[in-house]
Structures are given as structure tokens and as C-alpha cells.
């Protein structure tokens, strides 16, 4: 079944990201989670993305979002924060929906502490991008977009 040409995506991000710009601003840089939501809604205009960004401190917020997100979205695009070397129940919402997700860390988390090393997320993303600052959610909203038209392409294939 062919996907409309505009594609909907949504943007979660996890706890403490709303303090960007001000939280450790020597891993993060001084770009705040306005300054790439905005960048992103530009981002998308030119990939033919219906973009929908919802940060929150707190799990079940972004469990009901995920949930919410089935049938309405296309892909999602996801830096869970902390959550990602912790939450079992986020890597099950984001399992149970099955919509294609990327996983996207501004640091390079293999390069901080072990415990940043593992995420629950990655098993049920379809990628992972990390380490290059506010550029990862740019390069996670291109590739989730990508993703989803190549998936189309063959889901429409000759024969079909």
C-alpha cells in the first residue's frame, strides 16, 4: 500500500533535553531544543515531512505519545535521554507499534560513561546516529524520511 507523498513523522525527546543550552554545555553546545525543532520544521518542509516535536521529563508522557502515534505517524525520530540506558518500557512501546524509529544522541555516548554505552532503544530502532551535536536530529529526521520512502518504493515494486 502506497504512503501519501508527505510523510508524518514524530520527534520525541526524553528527560533533561528541555534544559538544553543550558545542561552541560560543554557536552551539548549553547543550541537550545527550540533552535533545532526549528531547524527541523525547515528540515522537513524540504524532505516532505509533516514534522510533530513533544519533549517531556517523564516516561509515561512519551509511552503515550508512542501509543498515539500508531496509525497517525509514519516513523519516529527519538533521543530518550536517559531513558535510553534505562527504560524497558519505552523499547516495548516503540516495539508494540512498530513503527520505524531512530534513535539520536547529540554526544557520543560511546565515548562518555560505560553506563551510556547500552540502550534499550537501539535493538527495535532502525539506526542509531550519535555525536554530531544538534546535526543528529538532522541527519535522524533525513534518514527515518529515506528510510520510509525506500520502504515504500518496494512495498509499490513492478508487480505489485
Do not use: K, W
Request: aromatic share 4%; charged share 20%.
Amino acid at each position: 500500500m502506497p504512503i501519501a507523498a508527505s510523510l508524518r513523522v514524530l520527534l520525541l525527546n526524553g528527560p533533561n533535553l528541555s534544559l538544553l543550552g543550558r545542561r552541560e554545555v560543554d557536552v551539548y553546545g549553547t543550541v537550545t531544543l527550540a533552535d533545532i525543532e526549528r531547524t527541523l520544521q525547515l528540515d522537513a518542509q524540504d524532505l516532505d515531512v509533516e514534522l510533530s516535536c513533544l519533549q517531556s521529563n517523564h516516561e509515561g508522557v512519551l509511552i503515550d505519545a508512542i501509543h498515539d502515534a500508531f496509525g497517525r505517524c509514519d516513523g519516529l525520530v527519538i533521543n530518550p535521554g536517559g531513558l535510553t540506558h534505562t527504560s524497558v518500557a519505552l523499547r516495548d512501546a516503540i516495539a508494540g507499534v512498530g513503527l520505524p524509529t531512530v534513535e539520536v544522541h547529540m554526544s557520543n555516548v560511546y565515548r562518555r560513561e560505560s553506563f551510556r554505552h547500552h540502550s534499550f532503544i537501539a535493538p527495535v530502532a532502525v539506526g542509531q546516529i550519535s555525536g554530531f551535536g544538534a546535526d543528529s536530529y538532522r541527519l535522524g529526521l533525513r534518514a527515518i524520511a529515506l528510510f520510509l520512502r525506500r520502504r515504500a518504493e518496494q512495498d509499490e515494486g513492478p508487480c505489485r
